[in-house]
């Protein structure tokens, strides 16, 4: 009922790459068309744009020479159709240009071909079906007369493929979903709500000076515990702290599959999510009515954290806390969006040991809920790391940022740059609590002085932020 899959043909351990490939093809969002390269989607302050089209942006040349290959044909059909069409459509035309000139199979790791995967469009609901009408009509009107021209067939699957297998592509430290592209190995890997492998995206060595040492822009399928001989290889498509029932929809709605994995079936973990402290054991009635009430307090932080008033978030915050803490129990989903907003404003307006405090009450709760080499809350232990040690709690810091390090060698590897980030502050907070121990008066002074010249910084500023990246798949909003 699941269509292929991969098994595995070996043994492999926690933190194993079982596969790497890179992409057939991958672009930009628009939204980020002129905050992010093109080639090797770095966020950079400031791009060097392409002379001809106006719409390609580059670090510098080095990066301008690495994605011509990519850009030649695009950079002409922008110019001829005198405007930049949508990211699908963008991608799709990458993509058939790429098959046109090198047939379907481009490499002889590719396990599949994009015909032989599933398009979905007879599942599709009636406005996404329109949606997808419009795309492929501009699509025909934006594809050169000069291209090799293909049916309508053959274009529609293209988009169905790129609607359900479109990768969500992140920056170089994997901390925000920039983009969108095809890696056709990676679509054979089903979906498990508690899956033993998970992907990151490793862009490897982009800065070389010479585009020749360039590695490519590559994800990595990485094993998250022991998988024995002929396992069947899964991976999350959706984020686990969502209920059964919502992960469930959100996988028919978006991937047109009914999900009967063991964590769905019995709602495994779904009574902490929602439940009520236990010790004083609250009646269901008030953690209904709490769970509501928080529910709507939610919607209204949202509110205020989009219009970047963050003081107006606190308060939100702290009113539904002080209300709803008492009765909910630490795992309570809601509870922990709410520590988690309320820690990152916290760290954001420099009030760092409030944020610390909320950091680490989602982080113990997060423990409760994910795997536990689940790399959700390996940044979110890395995250708190930060604003422990920002608030000048060392040791609770040092042993967060050691959590993290530990997930991410798992999930990230040692080559990724955000392990390599957390390796020197692994060392640097190891050091300090060295000192810290040594003597306290001495530490604190020190640090203060340090501090004066340079904070060390991990904090965006909460509402630039894309929600991390939380769904696999990249769909339309």
Known sequence: GTGRGLKATKEFWAGDVIFSEPSLSAVVFDSLAERICHSCFRRQEKLQRCGQCKFAHYCDRT??????????????????YGKVPNENIRLVARIMWRLDKEG???????????EELEDHIADMQEDELKEFKVDIHNFLDYWPRNSKQ????????????????????????????????????????????WP??????????????NTMFHSQRRIELRSLGKIEEGEELTVAYVDFLNLSEERRRLLKTQYFFDCTCHHCKNGIKDDLKLGGKEEEGPSEEQVKEATDYCFQMLEKMDKARLNGDYHEVVKICKECIEKTEPILADTHIYLLR????????????????????YARKMVDGYMKLYHPNNAVLGMAAMRAGVTHWQAGLIE?????????????MVTHGPTHPITKDLEA?????????????????????????????????????????????????????
């Open 63 to 80: 990066c301008q020479r690495a994605g011509w290959a990519e850009h030649k044909q695009e950079c002409a059909a922008i110019k001829a």
């Open 150 to 193: 293909h049916t309508i067939d053959v274009i529609s699957h293209m988009f169905g493929v790129v609607n359900c297998n479109g990768f969500t592509v992140s920056d170089q430290r994997g901390l925000q979903a920039v983009g969108v592209g095809l890696f056709p190995n990676l679509c054979l890997v089903n979906h498990d709500c």
């Open 104 to 114: 379907s199979v481009v490499s002889d790791m590719q396990l599949t071909s994009l």
């Open 338 to 357: 709410m520590w988690s907003t309320l820690s990152e404003v916290q760290a954001y307006l420099q009030y760092f040991n409030d944020a610390a405090d």
């Open 196 to 209: 033993n492998c998970t992907v990151i995206l490793n862009h490897g060595n982009q800065s070389a000076v």
């Open 425 to 477: 502050m692994r060392m640097q907070t190891e050091m300090e609590l060295r000192m810290f121990k040594q003597n306290e008066y001495v530490y604190h002074s020190m640090r203060e002085a340090a501090l004066k010249n340079r904070p060390m910084t991990m904090m965006h500023e909460p509402g630039s932020v894309e929600e991390g990246i939380k769904n696999l798949f990249h769909r339309r909003k």
């Open 396 to 408: 609770v810091g040092h042993g967060m940022v050691c959590k993290a390090y530990a997930i991410l």
